[in-house]
């Protein structure tokens, strides 16, 4: 075989690799477009008020657990209070090392002012590097995980060093934020600038600090346009795509969104 030959069947066989790599790209982004979808009625659209809503599948008996009596409670309680909202924080520290990682025991707990928390659990003594941040600047950035970047922003969790930008070992691009130091990331589509109001400490039976939760003031928001319903100032799920996390390193989708009416109710 000559090496021009040799050299042909080289440069054929890594252009059908990357074309393969391409397609599955290309159908993974066409499946993930075409999951999210907006149906017209809830799961039992007949139900009216009073009615018992029946369960898909009745178990044969139920049990009565006791919190100090599971085996795992990290594992029973982030595979039971599903789905929640994966919260990536961006921080930075006095010296001006830069961290994000993602947070699933996050929400929002107030719109007036915009409030949002995050746990930090304590698996390190101190804490680990995002808590320290949050400690020393006060400030920090929540971006809502998407579909498309779920992969990079996962990879943030590792056990990095503090001198370790996981932006750059994630693939993540750096933009600077408006009104905090720490920057936010550009392939979130809503991401949240904030300022801390409050970190609590939360303490065990035996009064060991087990999580810190961080109360922060969102003072900024960023949203991308097509995200947007600008007419009713809300945000669309089908296009900011967020990411659910479940038990252990499962993560999932919305899927089907639809409506339900609040009950008219009047009071006496």
Same mark, same amino acid.
Request: aromatic letters at 8%; proline letters at 6%; hydrophobic letters at 40%.
């Given at each position: 075989?000559?090496?021009s030959?040799?050299?042909?069947?080289?440069?054929?066989?890594?252009a @059908?690799?990357?074309? #393969?790599?391409?397609?599955?790209?290309?159908?993974?982004m066409?499946r +993930?477009?075409? +999951?999210?979808?907006?149906?017209?009625?809830?799961?039992?659209?007949?139900?009216?008020?009073?009615?018992?809503?029946q369960?898909?599948?009745?178990?044969p008996?139920?049990?009565?657990?006791? =919190?100090?009596?599971?085996?795992?409670?990290y594992n029973?309680?982030?595979?039971?209070y599903?789905?929640?909202?994966i919260?990536?924080? %961006?921080?930075?520290?006095?010296?001006?090392?830069?961290?994000?990682? /993602?947070?699933?025991?996050? @929400?929002?707990?107030n719109h007036?002012?915009?409030?949002i928390?995050? %746990?930090?659990?304590?698996?390190?003594? @101190? @804490?680990?590097?995002?808590?320290?941040?949050v400690?020393?600047?006060? !400030?920090?950035?929540?971006?809502?995980?998407?579909?498309?970047?779920?992969?990079?922003?996962?990879?943030?969790?590792? *056990?990095?060093? =503090?001198d370790?930008?996981?932006?750059?070992?994630?693939?993540?691009?750096? $933009?600077?934020s408006?009104?905090?130091? /720490?920057?936010?990331?550009? !392939?979130? #589509?809503?991401?949240?600038?904030?300022?801390?109001? &409050?970190? $609590?400490?939360?303490?065990?039976?035996?009064?060991?600090?087990?999580?810190t939760?961080?109360?922060?003031?969102?003072?900024? $928001? &960023?949203? &991308?346009?097509?995200?947007?319903? #600008?007419?009713?100032?809300?945000?669309?799920?089908?296009?900011?795509?967020?990411?659910?996390?479940?038990?252990? *390193?499962?993560?999932?989708?919305?899927?089907?969104?639809?409506?339900?009416?609040?009950?008219?109710?009047?009071?006496?």
């Open positions: 075989m000559t090496s030959t040799r050299g042909w069947e080289l440069g054929l066989a890594a @059908g690799g990357a074309l #393969a790599s391409s397609l599955a790209m290309y159908l993974s066409r +993930r477009r075409q +999951r999210i979808r907006r149906v017209a009625t809830s799961f039992v659209p007949t139900w009216s008020p009073g009615d018992t809503q369960q898909e599948v009745v178990p008996a139920s049990l009565t657990l006791a =919190p100090e009596d599971l085996k795992s409670k029973f309680f982030i595979s039971a599903v789905p929640r909202p919260a990536l924080v %961006s921080s930075i520290s006095y010296d001006g090392l830069i961290n994000i990682a /993602p947070f699933s025991y996050s @929400g929002i707990v007036d002012p915009g409030t928390v995050f %746990s930090c659990v304590d698996k390190r003594k @101190g @804490g680990g590097d995002t808590l320290k941040n400690k020393a600047t006060r !400030e920090f950035v929540v971006h809502v995980v998407s579909e498309w970047y779920v992969e990079a922003a996962n990879h943030t969790c590792g *056990n990095f060093a =503090p370790v930008n996981e932006f750059e070992s994630a693939g993540l691009r750096m $933009i600077s408006t009104k905090v130091k /720490p920057p936010r990331a550009a !392939e979130a #589509a809503l991401a949240m600038e904030c300022r801390v109001d &409050h970190i $609590i400490p939360m303490h065990n039976d035996t009064g060991a600090v087990t999580a939760m961080v109360v922060g003031r969102v003072v900024l $928001i &960023h949203v &991308h346009e097509p995200a947007f319903d #600008a007419d009713k100032g809300v945000v669309l799920p089908e296009k900011l795509r967020p990411m659910a996390r479940l038990g252990g *390193n499962t993560y999932s989708t919305i899927g089907d969104i639809f409506d339900i009416a609040r009950p008219k109710v009047i009071s006496s």
